[in-house]
């Protein structure tokens, strides 16, 4: 089939994209401003293919100072949009470990007992430090609170409003078309497979969907992105090795709270000095709130699960979450590697954008809005290259949509950010100095060095807890929960000292529960596994299986012969997998042993 | 012998059967909580009166299907974007609640107006279809309402199976108690079915049918006539969820007698 334009993912920088072009397309007299070169007369073609199952699946709940949403919608405060606040209160909260159970460097304790010492005449509560002063590159005053969910809701109806761009859900794109170098299209994912992807019942081949300019916006870990990385390759100097899972529980909060809505809180230090939390307050006594575990926190048990809800039980959010309620789950990996993770921003028939393409802000800890600014951008340019009838080629994507975007406070502050949390690599104390140090100095000064591929970074069970977990326990713990077919990571918390979650059935449940419960997760029939081990001899012999202890969907267990198993039907679509696993690949050092390919399914709920 | 049908199914959302559900009392009556906020499907009952109307169409050739559905338009384009890769059909949208909470009546009498008003029908070829139920109303009224105000006499309700005869006659699997099917006939068109599940499974998505649907479906959903309830006369003097008590187990390849014993200990317990 034949279009002008294709587009791969309606992430924010899709729909950013899609906003800025579906409003020029038409004249007001309704005749086409430009014309379509596959349906002469007619308007350009656009279509936009999204592999969940709606266009507000699958996203997070954020806090931006929504410059280019804003500059989008000029009225969006008052738009309607639900769940949508302006930014009120802004904290930023060293959390101490009341239980004694987190893994903390001697520097940390050293801090902590200062801080304690000190209490009364510091701003500490419930055993947290809240920073008198944050410098202004972390504030979003005068920006939103928004649920993803329901922002791309709300956007894809403008877009769709328009009549002159179709947005398909639940239909993956397996991979881009790629002919001498050039892009001229994509090609759509094979129904009625099995789940090797050997054709089945029903069998429909993905149909090829060719067009002058495809437009690529699959995220950190869309399969056509990290095709066309692998195709092309990324520019020298640039890689992608930091990563993060983010993940939230959308809440409602007691009926006597006292978080105003726009109230943004930001957390460090606990359950481990690694994890960020976050908690934004909606209307309505609504909040999200969740954590970050990123790939420079060197445990084996990246569970992010239990994590969270150790962070929520900690005294300073829990005399806030105590009787809330959970509505909706969710976990999406976060690309974190930024600026420096650039990858060829065009090409022969295609150009990217958005959280692919490098624009993830880790300084700020921003990404809609520059992922949306990318999207305008590329519009602009589609527009412009339309209009004066000139090929997608890279010269000309060059000239315009590169030239656009390095002019852009995209370019400028993703440049501050790009070395900013090298610090990280060794270890938190740094980290935190080393981005104040960025931030301060205009990306002038930073600390610590280039991370490491995630793999390198991943220890043994037994060197992470040496001191804490007998090795022979170990084992003894490796057996039982291999012969039981469960993860590793609750037994060693609980003989590492944490605590069994109270649960309430209400806020503090299985996971299991959470994944019946709010945001349930579906995979329709008929397709392949997306998550494929590429050398299964390299599990077998691995010790470390984090790819299950990190899987936010228990959808990846222990197999046979060491193997993990995978169970489409339980994957959230999170894409932790993809770098939690401890075993480079062979052929290519900077991917592991996992490949997450196009899939169907994923978790189905909009508030997230 | 082939007949040209004129297909017309009436078909409408439901919020997706995996969100948690919440009745409240709103100014307006029972509603249930975020509806607006949560994520629709086309009713699954509508939806297999759907897939079942394109397959004949497909098998009858010159035969054309209509998807009436009514609902809020915001929702039923969002809608639209999952089914119209489905299967070819004309849309005719109403602007108006999908609620389960309106009245059945009132529901019936604006989709049968809409029905009525589509140019060139012609009623000798007339096959209404619907779902037999609806996830969010479990009356099974508002089809045969819908009958009733179209003149439509041959009726079935709880269809799974429509065979077209050599004759052009009509032989219909109807599902009745004690779970059996019923064989009715009718001499043809036009005749209402209301459709239980069918035996068809959901169709693939199809880019170009999508392409070709969505050249009618926005200018269908931009000219949808609104459609205000009146709320007369229908009162609800309670809404509950019915109480459920969960024990969640995920387990893989159980053989469904052991399924069976499990859940009959545990309904005794």
Redesign the interface.
Known sequence: MDADIVCVGFGPATAGFLTTLSRQLVNADGTPAVESAVLPGMPPQVLCYERADDTGFGVSGIVTRARALRASFPEIQTAGIPMAAPVGEEKVVYLLDPHGASRRSAALRCADGLIRTAKCVLPFEHQALTLPWTPSFLHKNGGMILSMGQFMQWAGAQVQSTGTVQIWPGTPVAQALVEDKKVVGVRLLDQGVDKKGNPADGFTPGMDIRAALTVVGDGPFGPVGRQLDEEFGLPNGNHIRDWAVGMKFVVDLPADTTLKPGTVLHTFGYPEPEIFGFLYVHPDRVASLGIFVPSWFDSPVRTAYRQLQHWMLHPYLWRHLQGGKLRSWGAKTLGESGRRGEPHLTGDGYARIGEGSGTTNVLTGSGVDEAWATGTQLAETVLELLKAKKPFTKQNLDETYVKRRRASWVETEGRIAEKSRNGFQKGVATGMIGMALAGLTNGKFSLGKEPVQPWKRISSLEEYYAGRIARGDIAKLREACKAKSVSLHGALMDQAGWAAIPFDGQLLVSHQDALLMGGKVQAPPGCADHVVFRHPELCEQCEARICIEACSGQAITPGENGVPAFDREKCVHCGACLWNCSQADPENPERMNIAFRAGTGGLHSAEN | MSTAYQIVVCGSIVP?P???LEPIASPAGPALK?E????AVLDPWAGHALYEAAALAKSQPGSKVWLVSLGPK?KL??VM??IA?KVPFELVALDGSASGFTDATDTAAALAEAIAAIPGLDKSKLLVFGGWESASRGAGATMQMVGERLGILDQFQGVDRLTVNVDGSLEILERIEGGKHQVSKCAGAPALLGWATGNL?EP?????V??VN?RSV??A??KARPVKFAGDGLAFASVALPKQL?E?Q?V?DKLPDDIAKEIVEWIKQ
């Open positions: 997706d995996l969100q948690t975020n607006m906020m949560l994520p915001a384009q969002q974007m999952t890769q499974p693939k998505n199809n880019p170009q999508g392409m969505m926005m200018p959903l931009q969960r969640t995920v893989k």
